[in-house]
C-alpha cells in the first residue's frame, strides 16, 4: 500500500491528544455501559473506547485507515476485540444482526453521514441501540456562523473532520428515536463553539 503520510502523522497526532479529560472519559464510560450483545464501534481510531466497554458477547472494531489499525491492533488484541478494515457506509455484516453500535467523534469524519446512518440502521436488530460521543452544530447562531466559517480549514487540518454537521438532524432523519440526549459540559476551551453530546438513539422496532 502506497505509505499516507498524512493518515499516519494524523493518527500520530491523534493519539497524543489521548487519553480524553476525565470528564470525556466518564461519559463514554456512562454510554458504553449501555453496549449489549454483538457490539460494532464505528472508526474506532486509536482505541479510546476500549477501556470503558463492559464485557458484550463480541467486540468488533471498524477502522478504515490503515495508521490508525496498526495502532489499534494490540489494543484490540489485549481487549479480545476483532478488528476489521471497513468504512461506515459499507458495513460488512449481515442486515439486522448487531445489537449495539458505538460511534465516537467518528460521524463528524465519515464522508457520506446520511449513507453510514443508512448502513448502521441496516446492520442493527429492531431497537438496536446506537451509543454516540460526538461534536455537533451548535444551537447558538452565533457559534454555528463560526463553525461554518472555520469548517473548511479544520476539514483539511482534521483529515475530513466537520465542526457543523447537525448530526442530531441527521441521526432522526435517519429513522432513530433519541431516548437519551445530554448536551455536554467538558470544560473544554471554546466549548461553546464545538459543543459536544452523549446520546442513545434506538433503531426502529419493525426491521
Ligand atoms: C476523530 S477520530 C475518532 C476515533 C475514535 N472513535 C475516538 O473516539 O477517539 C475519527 C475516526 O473516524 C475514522 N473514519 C473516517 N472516515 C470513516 C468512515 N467512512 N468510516 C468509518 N470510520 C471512519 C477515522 O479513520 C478516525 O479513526
Not at 41 to 50: D, M, Q, V
Not at 55 to 78: G, K, N, Y
Not at 157 to 180: Q, S, V, Y
Request: net charge negative; hydrophobic share 50%.
Amino acid at each position: 500500500m502506497a505509505l499516507d503520510l498524512g493518515d499516519r502523522l494524523f493518527a500520530a497526532a491523534y493519539e497524543r491528544c489521548l487519553p480524553d479529560s476525565p470528564a470525556a472519559f466518564a461519559w463514554r464510560r456512562h454510554l458504553l455501559r449501555q453496549a449489549r450483545g454483538v457490539t460494532v464501534e464505528i472508526g474506532a481510531g486509536t482505541g479510546a473506547n476500549l477501556p470503558a466497554y463492559p464485557p458484550v458477547e463480541r467486540l468488533i472494531l471498524t477502522e478504515p485507515s490503515p495508521a490508525m489499525r496498526r495502532r489499534l491492533a494490540p489494543r484490540a488484541a489485549a481487549a479480545g476485540a476483532e478488528l476489521l478494515d471497513a468504512s461506515a457506509e459499507h458495513l460488512p455484516f449481515a442486515a439486522h444482526t448487531i445489537d449495539t453500535v458505538v460511534c465516537g467523534l467518528v460521524l463528524c469524519s465519515v464522508p457520506d453521514q446520511a449513507a453510514a446512518l443508512a448502513e448502521i440502521r441496516r446492520v442493527l436488530v429492531p431497537e438496536g441501540r446506537l451509543l454516540l460521543f460526538e461534536h455537533v452544530r451548535s444551537d447558538e447562531p452565533e457559534a454555528a456562523a463560526w463553525q461554518d466559517r472555520v469548517d473548511l480549514p479544520w476539514r483539511v487540518l482534521a483529515r475530513g473532520c466537520h465542526l457543523n454537521r447537525d448530526t442530531l438532524d441527521a441521526i432522526r432523519a435517519a429513522g432513530f428515536t433519541l431516548a437519551e440526549l445530554h448536551p455536554l459540559e467538558l470544560g473544554m476551551p471554546g466549548e461553546r463553539y464545538v459543543p459536544h453530546i452523549a446520546a442513545v438513539a434506538v433503531a426502529p422496532s419493525v426491521a
